[in-house]
């Protein structure tokens, strides 16, 4: 079993609306980062959580650490933001990372 | 955007031979990493970095070496690369990735024949 699990693995929405990806994983860690990675691009930043809550314009991301967990939610869904997105975690100065959420957003 | 750059961008070689990825950083962070990604896997850690001459293996180490010598270039090697290796591999860095950002070069894709 992978420390790291993202859900889904595949997303399709269509423009508008309000998308939720999923990390859980299975260790102790000191930080989780998401990341997105555009088709044939490369990868951003687009947090870093230890606790509670962030935002950034459109995305949200919370996590949640005694139940290992965390949440990318993207508000007014736009086809730009299609990409994959990558959770990843930090456990001992190395990173631990998800294989990832494919998310397609329609016009 | 954060100074990390890679070279070579593009690499086709033949099993065998020696391949040697650079990372080069211009943010003095500590920490710097070398991934693989494959379609399925995700991105796995090969080695990483933690200070001049300070490294340590990560999941998918074999056959892979590595050396830092300044705080701003960290060099993967392939000793006798094979097909197997055939990847995309990306650099990371970060000041400290339990409290900091992470910053990604933009890939190198090698092809080993």
């Known amino acids: 079993k992978n420390e790291v699990e993202q859900s889904p693995q595949n997303l399709t929405a269509q423009e508008g609306e309000f998308i939720t990806i999923n990390c859980s994983y299975s260790?102790?860690?000191?930080?989780l980062h998401w990341l997105q990675q555009h088709p044939g691009g490369g990868i951003v930043s687009l947090f870093m959580?230890?606790?509670g809550k962030k935002k950034h314009g459109r995305l949200i991301a919370t996590i949640n650490i005694q139940e290992k967990h965390s949440s990318l939610h993207i508000t007014a869904s736009h086809p730009r933001d299609s990409a994959v997105y990558i959770c990843?975690?930090?456990?001992?100065?190395?990173?631990?990372f998800g294989t990832g959420t494919r998310l397609q957003v329609f016009p | 955007d954060a100074g990390i750059t890679q070279s070579p961008r593009h690499k086709v070689t033949e099993t065998g031979t020696p391949v040697t990825l650079r990372c080069h950083q211009t943010?003095?962070?500590?920490?710097m990493y070398w991934y693989r990604q494959d379609p399925g896997h995700g991105l796995r850690l090969i080695h990483y970095?933690?200070?001049?001459?300070?490294?340590d293996k990560g999941e998918v180490s074999d056959g892979y070496s590595v050396s830092r010598s300044k705080t701003e270039d960290f060099l993967l090697t392939l000793e006798s690369a094979t097909s197997s290796q055939t990847s995309v591999y990306f650099c990371?860095?970060?000041?400290?990735?339990?409290?900091?950002?992470?910053?990604f070069g933009e890939g190198s894709r090698l092809t080993v024949l």
């Open positions: 943010e003095n962070h500590r920490y």
């Open positions: 990371a860095i970060s000041e400290d990735p339990g409290s900091g950002e992470l910053f």
């Open positions: 959580l230890s606790s």
């Open positions: 990843a975690v930090c456990r001992t100065d190395k990173l631990i």
């Open positions: 970095s933690y200070g001049v001459k300070d490294t």
């Open positions: 260790v102790g860690i000191s930080a």
